[in-house]
Every structure is written in structure tokens, then in C-alpha cells.
């Protein structure tokens, strides 16, 4: 059963074109959010996250949504760079600090030169 | 380097061989994961340890898996007698706070 939903297996887009990726749960209990960025044969990077208590964190061209009724996160990304083709999870916690993470199985971005 | 560092990173073992991984966490990271990724999967969560104590091993997916960590720091993953389904990439992450900081992973193949 899975917890955490990633539906569209990849995306592609053009460069400087906006990238929604989505995610959605099923566990009320989590509360927090992140979202990591994986490229081939490298572990997973830290991207951004966001707590429960919150419904957008920004940084930089990476922006997170959470809609909490809707049990649903989206990451955008704009202007979208070539640079950030890769693989990204969605992941989510339900005890805060030093608590494990239930992974999505990832959406494959493309963002086309 | 400051990051997490995994060894090997790659393993082939035959069928019903033991394997070790091993893991180094950051500096002062009190929080060790384990997860592994099969192919087209997802991070799936073995074991968690806090310092030397591991509170939530209900990842773990047999008892042929085991995991030891001395002090806060180098950890090891253990499979006894191996099977083609533990075939993955097994990642390791440290923490401080709520973000956990991966490893490079170990791809392990049984053949």
C-alpha cells in the first residue's frame, strides 16, 4: 500500500518553461514534507521541504505547495534549466525530527535545451 | 569529503552469500538511516538508529538482515545467505534535523 503517490512516471519540458511536479498521500499523520533530487549513480540530494503547518516554502526557483485537505504537495520549478534533469521523490514524515521518510517512486524530469 | 560515504559501491555475490555494507555518516550526525531502492521503486526504509540504539528496525525486511552502528558513527548492513530479491541499491542517509543526507548507495547484485 502505498503512502506516498507519485503518479506521472516523467515530465518533460521546455527551458524556461515552468516544471509542476505532483504528489499526493495518503496518511494524515505526516506532517512534514521534502522533496529530493537524484541523478544516476548519486544518492538522493535534499531539495526543499515544508512543514504541515505551512501551504508554500520558496527558494530560489524551487517553490513547494501543500494542500492539506487535498492530501496533496506540488514542487515547481521556474524557470525550468537543463541542469535539472534528473529524478525527483516526493517524501513525507510523521514524527518530525530523526524520523524515517516514506519515499514516492519518483517522477523523471526532462527539461529540453 | 564531509558527506556520507558508502563502501562498497558495488557488490556481486553469488546466491546464499553473506554481504556487508558499510556506512560513514557525517560529523556529529546523531541520526543513521538505511533504505534500499529496487529497480523502478521507490526508497523503501530497513532500520533508523539513534547513537548506537536503532528504535525502529520494522523495515527490516527478514532476519536475514541485521544492522550495527558504533557510536555515533560507521554503521553495517549485514544480509545473511543472500537471495536475487535483495538485488538493490542500498542507501544510507545521516541527520541532524528533519533533512537526511544520502549517501552515494551500494548496488548489490546476486546472482
Known amino acids: 500500500d502505498q503512502q506516498v503517490k507519485q503518479n506521472s512516471p516523467s515530465l518533460s519540458v521546455q527551458e524556461g518553461r515552468i516544471s509542476i511536479l505532483n504528489c499526493d498521500y495518503t496518511?494524515?499523520?505526516?506532517?512534514?514534507f521534502l522533496w529530493y533530487k537524484k541523478y544516476p549513480a548519486e544518492g538522493p540530494t535534499f531539495l526543499i521541504s515544508i512543514s504541515s503547518i505551512k501551504d508554500k516554502n520558496e527558494d530560489g526557483r524551487f517553490t513547494v505547495f501543500l494542500n492539506k485537505s487535498a492530501k496533496h504537495l506540488s514542487l515547481h520549478i521556474v524557470p525550468s534549466q537543463p541542469g535539472d534533469s534528473a529524478v525527483y521523490f516526493c517524501?513525507?514524515?510523521?514524527?518530525?525530527?530523526?524520523?524515517?521518510?516514506?519515499f514516492g517512486k519518483g517522477i523523471t524530469l526532462s527539461v529540453r535545451p | 569529503g564531509a558527506g556520507v560515504s558508502q563502501s562498497p559501491s558495488n557488490k556481486v555475490t553469488e546466491k546464499g552469500k553473506d554481504v556487508e555494507l558499510r556506512c560513514d555518516p557525517i560529523?556529529?550526525?546523531?541520526?543513521l538511516y538505511w533504505y534500499r531502492q529496487r529497480l523502478g521503486q521507490g526508497l523503501e526504509f530497513l532500520i533508523y538508529f539513534q547513537g548506537n540504539s536503532a528504535p525502529d528496525k520494522s523495515g527490516l525486511p527478514s532476519d536475514r538482515f541485521s544492522a550495527e552502528r558504533t557510536g555515533e558513527s560507521v554503521s553495517t548492513l549485514t544480509i545473511q545467505r543472500t537471495q536475487q530479491e535483495d538485488s538493490a541499491v542500498y542507501l544510507c542517509?545521516?541527520?541532524?534535523?528533519?533533512?537526511?543526507?544520502f549517501g552515494p548507495g551500494t548496488r548489490l547484485t546476486v546472482l
Open positions: 517524501a513525507a514524515s510523521s514524527t518530525g525530527a530523526n524520523s524515517k521518510l516514506t
Open positions: 542517509a545521516s541527520s541532524f534535523s528533519v533533512e537526511q543526507f
Open positions: 560529523s556529529g550526525h546523531t541520526a
Open positions: 496518511n494524515s499523520m505526516f506532517d512534514y
